[in-house]
T-cell receptor
């Protein structure tokens, strides 16, 4: 079945550091890929998405590129802020076939940004 | 605020009991999804409804059931509760069940504690 693998952390960085959170996936078809963010005590918010190979999703300074050849969707940000501290989830949804419409999530990466 | 509401926010009950979690989707969204977030299993898709009908099942236990009503709100029923059912339960909604990157908007969740 489908699966998503991401580094679990915690990942601790200083403010203004460069961020990379790795995400790789296994899917039977050609999925859409998502990054969701969960702030303490809140639900999940969509951060960005990409629906086909070579698409780049971006939002709030975060970027991720859909790499079909490496089955990856790594999240990057050039300069992180304390307010970026949260748990980040990589997820996929199949685009075709008879499978469920639910998202398949990775375990989540806890990011801590220190001032 | 995603526009998805869930009640109650917290629920404490005993083993063997039954509880009902409620979700109201974003205005205009026809599809509702239920997810379970636990420390050991992570985020798992449970079940999806579209316009009142069950569309897809994920890792939902037979002790759990759901339904979507004509006003599109949804309820998740959990019965014969066990300690391992303690988790955060999220509801999400989307405009349609069309696959291919449809964004799901998440509610704040219901935290269930089974004692």
């Amino acid at each position: 079945g489908d699966s998503v693998t991401q580094m679990e952390g915690p990942v601790t960085l200083s403010e203004e550091a460069f961020l990379t959170i790795n995400c790789t996936y296994t899917a039977t078809g050609y999925p859409s890929l998502f990054w969701y963010v969960q702030y303490p005590g809140e639900g999940l918010q969509l951060l960005l998405k990409a629906t086909k190979a070579d698409d780049k999703g971006s939002n709030k300074g975060f970027e991720a590129t859909y790499r079909k050849e490496t089955t990856s969707f790594h999240l990057e940000k050039g300069s992180v802020q304390v307010s970026d501290s949260a748990v980040y989830f990589c997820a996929l949804m199949e685009n075709s076939g008879g499978g469920a419409d639910g998202l398949t999530f990775g375990k989540g990466t806890h990011l801590i940004i220190q001032p | 605020d995603s526009g998805v509401t869930q009640t109650p926010k917290h629920l404490i009950t005993a083993t063997g009991q039954r509880v009902t979690l409620r979700c109201s989707p974003r205005s205009g969204d026809l599809s509702v999804y239920w997810y379970q977030q636990s420390l050991d299993q992570g985020l798992q898709f449970l079940i999806q409804y579209y316009n009142g009908e069950e569309r897809a099942k994920g890792n939902i236990l037979e002790r759990f059931s759901a339904q979507q009503f004509p006003d599109l709100h949804s309820e998740l029923n959990l019965s014969s509760l066990e300690l391992g059912d303690s988790a955060l339960y999220f509801c999400a909604s989307s405009a349609s069940p069309r696959r291919g990157g449809e964004t799901q908007y998440f509610g704040p969740g219901t935290r269930l504690l089974v004692l």
